[in-house]
């Protein structure tokens, strides 16, 4: 089934521990983003990518780092989780860098 | 700074038609997207406008006015799976999506 893939689904973490947040797409698309949706708040961007082997800083990217081997793989880092990174995370892509976007089913991680 | 005005929540009953409006400021306007998010689940794609006026997929509309900043997706016809969280989202003059907090929508026999 064509889409996105996030793993884990949910996760509990200990404070400053490092965790990777795993996002894989099958339909080719060259943009891809990481958001986290807090209770209140829209959907805030972390990092994204336009295509392969770049990224770029969204509004909220401190305490994250990604990277962009390949088209398919999108991973999120937290280095040393902290609990205000407790969140609902979500991948997504879309074909270009103005068309709708696809999300993933998103990843629930909270940190203690 | 850029922001997305929308209603935190909304009730209507099923069968009747509910609108909801979405108000913006942002750097630019490259187009504004309406996604509807079940609880729990992942936001999914329900209408685009770039230019005014009036778009209509189905039981779903949805309305753009680019110099009063604003948006409205109406839903006829209102069924219980039409209980959601609607997102308005706004793409600025970077290309970047601008995200409203959403507005729950509460659909009662």
């Known amino acids: 089934i064509a889409g996105i893939t996030q793993a884990p689904t949910s996760q509990i973490l200990a404070a400053g521990r490092r965790m990777t947040l795993r996002c894989t797409q099958d339909m080719r698309h060259n943009a891809m983003y990481w958001y986290r949706q807090d209770l209140g708040l829209g959907l805030r961007l972390i990092h994204y990518?336009?295509?392969?082997?770049?990224?770029g800083k969204g509004e909220v990217p401190d305490g994250y780092s990604v990277s962009r081997a390949n088209t398919d793989d999108f991973p999120l880092t937290l280095a040393s989780a902290v609990p205000s990174q407790t969140s609902v995370y979500f991948c997504?892509?879309?074909?270009?860098?103005?068309?709708?976007?696809?999300f993933g089913e998103g990843s629930r991680l909270t940190v203690l | 700074g850029q922001n997305i005005d929308q209603p935190t929540e909304m009730t209507a009953t099923e069968g009747a038609i509910v609108q909801i409006n979405c108000t913006y400021q942002?750097?630019?306007?490259?187009?504004l997207f309406w996604y509807q998010q079940h609880a729990g689940e992942a936001p999914t794609f329900l209408s685009y406008?770039?230019l005014d006026g009036l778009e209509e997929k189905g039981r779903f509309s949805s309305f753009l006015s680019r110099s009063k900043g604003y948006s409205y997706l109406l839903l006829k016809e209102l069924q219980m799976k039409d209980s959601a969280s609607y997102l308005c989202?706004?793409?600025?003059?970077?290309?970047?999506?601008?995200w409203g907090a959403g507005t729950k929508l509460i659909i009662k026999p």
């Open positions: 942002t750097s630019g306007f490259n187009g």
């Open positions: 406008n770039v």
């Open positions: 997504a892509s879309s074909e270009g860098t103005n068309g709708e976007l696809f």
């Open positions: 990518s336009n295509t392969a082997g770049t990224t």
């Open positions: 989202a706004v793409r600025d003059s970077n290309y970047q999506l601008i």
